[in-house]
């Protein structure tokens, strides 16, 4: 028989799992909600030592309890964060783990990371806070649990059942980094993805096969992924499919995401048989200078701004990536200076950072006496997009233009490390007569295409000047991981209009 032990997320108890550990039974299944420490009836609340040590103390001591051999943890949003502490802790007892619609917090990181509101996050670490001194965060309004998740699906009364039956999450769950010896790394997994909350398979291939090494563990055949079409609290929106997806995950089902075995997308070869041309590197920054070093007329100057999250001790690093530097060559080959940099998008929260980094690049480009200074165009990809915000918002009069090539332009749903200000979606309009020249590819990951499309309709509701280079055959990457002609026309599409506009 199998053994499930269900972890509910922020602000909810075992209740919420009910009618789908009812079902579970139903199929023969032995079910344990979990209601953790200060989330139940009582009136006194969770005592003011309360945190996610607590709540890997509560787990464990189910876990203990239980007769079968081997149990499958499951745990939903918040409640990973002491399935994993637990899972370290006993690894012998479990016979796999299940994140449903849940982050992949590694050792040391905090659920506070992954809250999606910005004002929750920081109210956290404020001394002054609602949550300072083993306080509570407040169960959310009807209307605010939007602001936590995904309410996709949910009908009104089963929202109304979350709002009178949470209890406030205790801050210390959240602020309380995880500690895991890795023993969790060994351990099959699942993950269940809620398409609602704008992640799917499709996704994760992607982040696979883009090959950077933190998604790779992905691969493993001892992962399997599900899908459900709803938000973020399917025990209450589909207890039933939910219910199935489980026992499916308990018997090792799920979609398996195989590793090409290739090298990785971002080190394949760059689609354009451009010019080997002499690198100057500078700090962060290199420069690719059209006839070298020499004297003469100063020349307009593109910076290439790469994505991310990138480890900070990947190598090479991005500027020597070929995508990213044979932009840089391609750019000098054809009379402009090429720039590229490294910037400290090391993760999520790291969006400021790597703002500040691309300023400096500005700031010792246009300062470069071989550079006119105000003829400058940005160019950045992927989830270096976010970083085009504050250019939109305030675009400075020797910003002649900027391109984003299959970009992140909002944060995902989930992604809620990154500060609000990091929205290009919403800061275009305040772009005014900025070009920018945006390269959608069509087999884009359905949650990053919805970034896109949210841009485009803000941009034409306040008349910005964006024009749209499709790849109707591209995928994310594709200016290394294809060579069709189709792609090579939409880069050099690009170029051309980008230069256009720097010498216009």
């Known amino acids: 028989m199998t053994a499930f032990v269900l972890v509910p997320g922020c602000f909810t108890g075992g209740w919420i799992w009910q009618e789908a550990a009812d079902r579970l039974r139903g199929a023969g299944a032995e ?6 420490t200060g989330m139940g009836d009582r009136p006194e609340g969770p005592g003011p030592g309360t945190d996610l040590e607590t709540h890997i103390e509560d787990v464990l001591r189910l876990i203990d309890t239980v007769e079968a051999p081997q149990v499958v943890l499951v745990g939903h949003d918040y409640g990973i964060h002491p399935v994993l502490g637990a899972a370290d802790r006993r690894p012998e007892r479990v016979a796999r783990i299940v994140y449903l619609d849940a982050g992949m917090p590694q ?3 905090t659920a506070a990371a992954l ?12 001394p002054s806070g609602p949550a300072a001194d083993g306080g509570t965060l407040p169960v959310p309004a009807p209307g605010e649990w939007q602001r936590w ?3 996709a699906g949910l009908p009104d009364e089963a929202l109304a059942r979350l709002t009178s039956l949470a209890r406030p999450q205790p801050a210390g769950t959240l602020t309380r980094p995880l500690r895991l010896s890795g023993a969790v790394a060994a351990l099959p997994t699942t993950g269940i993805l809620c398409t609602g909350s704008g992640h799917g398979i499709a996704l994760v291939e992607s982040l696979v096969a883009g090959g950077l090494p933190q998604f790779q563990a992905l691969a493993d055949p001892r ?5 459900l079409a709803t938000g973020h609290w399917p025990m209450l929106s589909c207890p039933g499919e939910l ?3 489980l026992l499916d995950a308990a ?3 799920g979609h398996r995401i195989t590793a090409s075995g290739e090298q990785p997308g971002y080190l394949r070869p760059f689609l354009l048989d451009v010019p080997e041309l002499p690198r100057e590197r500078v700090g962060r920054v290199d420069l690719y200078v059209p006839g070298g070093a020499g004297s003469g007329t100063p020349r307009p100057a593109v910076l290439f701004v790469h994505g991310g999250p990138v480890p900070a001790d990947l190598r090479p690093t991005p500027r020597d990536w070929p995508g990213i530097a044979g932009h840089a060559r391609y750019a000098a080959s054809l009379g402009v200076v090429g720039a590229t940099l490294d910037h400290r998008l090391h993760s999520l929260e790291d969006c400021a950072l790597a703002a500040e980094d691309v300023a400096e690049a500005v700031e010792l480009l246009r300062a470069d006496p071989r550079v006119d200074g105000e003829r400058i165009a940005l160019w950045h990809f992927s989830a270096g997009g976010l970083l085009l915000a504050d250019w939109l918002a305030a675009p400075p009069a020797w910003l002649r233009c900027t391109a984003a090539t299959y970009p992140v332009l909002a944060p995902l749903p989930g992604w809620g490390a990154v500060e609000p200000r990091f929205r290009p979606a919403a800061a275009v309009r305040g772009a005014g007569r900025l070009p920018i020249v945006l390269t959608r590819v069509g087999l884009e990951s359905e949650g990053i295409a919805a970034t896109v499309e949210e841009f485009l309709a803000a941009a034409k509701s306040c008349e910005a000047e964006v024009e749209v280079v499709d790849v109707p055959d591209g995928r994310h990457g594709f200016d290394t991981a294809g060579d069709t002609e189709q792609a090579r026309r939409a880069v050099e599409h690009a170029m051309r209009s980008v230069l256009a506009h720097l010498r216009g």
């Open 243 to 245: 219910a199935e997806v």
């Open 115 to 126: 809250v999606p509101d910005q004002a929750v996050r920081r109210s956290l670490f404020d």
């Open 251 to 253: 018997a090792g089902g």
């Open 107 to 109: 050792d040391g990181d």
């Open 31 to 36: 079910v344990h909600p979990v209601t953790l």
């Open 149 to 151: 998740g995904s309410t």
């Open 223 to 227: 992962v399997g992924f599900f899908e």
